[in-house]
């Protein structure tokens, strides 16, 4: 069945890079997204690419995504404070639009 | 904007209470979704209305009931529920790749 695997934490120290990866198994995944929850709150979509790009970037974020590998990848430069959470990975396949979910990446930054 | 907005933000209520979850967008997207999230895991999808019609239950016990009066609107309905049905519900919207959540409802069964 689909499947969406991603390191559960990752810790990096303000003004680093950080860079959490996915991987996900449906070959015919469609949209792949990253949101992130802050405690508490509820999802924000930070960003998605649809499959036939490789990259895709906005602002601090730059999503890469190698589709032979089935490997999504994002990268936040100049990590901030701010920028702690959880980040989930997640796409989508078909005309219902069902996201499946990777566990989450908890990262902290550390000043 | 990109908001989808949801009612009430925290919500407790004993397990013989009847209360609804409401959620609201303006986007135009017709596609609307309930999540059901367990702290630090990732949302589990309840339902899924496309074109104000339920197309996919996810096998969600009957104590919680789904309607969409118009394309703006959804609402969850909740009676008789348990303990462990306390957990943070989510609405979304979406069109073509995007999905927008709302902050969600904190619901507390005691």
């Known amino acids: 069945g689909e499947d969406v695997e991603q390191s559960l934490f990752l810790s990096v120290r303000e003004g680093d890079s950080s860079v959490i990866n996915c991987t996900y198994t449906?070959?015919?995944?469609?949209?792949l997204y990253w949101y992130k929850q802050e405690p508490g709150a509820g999802l924000q979509l930070l960003t998605y690419?649809?499959?036939n790009m490789d990259m895709k970037q906005d602002q601090r974020l730059t999503v890469l995504l190698n589709k032979k590998d089935k490997h999504l990848s994002l990268r936040i430069a100049d990590t901030q404070t701010g920028d702690s959470a959880i980040y989930f990975c997640?796409?989508?396949?078909?005309?219902?639009?069902?996201?499946?979910w990777g566990l989450g990446t908890s990262l902290a930054v550390n000043p | 904007d990109t908001e989808v907005t949801q009612t009430p933000k925290h919500l407790v209520m004993g397990m013989t209470n009847k209360k609804s979850l409401k959620c609201e967008q303006h986007?135009?997207?017709?596609?609307m979704y309930w999540y059901k999230q367990k702290a630090k895991k990732p949302p589990e999808l309840m339902f899924v209305?496309?074109?104000?019609?339920?197309?996919i239950n996810e096998s969600v016990p009957s104590r919680f009931s789904p309607e969409c009066p118009n394309s703006s609107l959804l609402n969850l309905h909740l009676h008789a529920l348990q303990p462990e049905d306390s957990a943070l519900y989510l609405c979304?919207?979406?069109?073509?790749?995007?999905?927008?959540f709302g902050q969600g409802t904190r619901l507390t069964v005691v």
């Open positions: 979304a919207s979406g069109h073509r790749g995007e999905a927008f």
């Open positions: 986007m135009g997207h017709r596609a």
């Open positions: 690419i649809f499959s």
């Open positions: 449906d070959s015919s995944s469609t949209y």
């Open positions: 209305y496309s074109y104000e019609k339920l197309s």
């Open positions: 997640a796409e989508s396949t078909g005309n219902n639009r069902k996201l499946i």
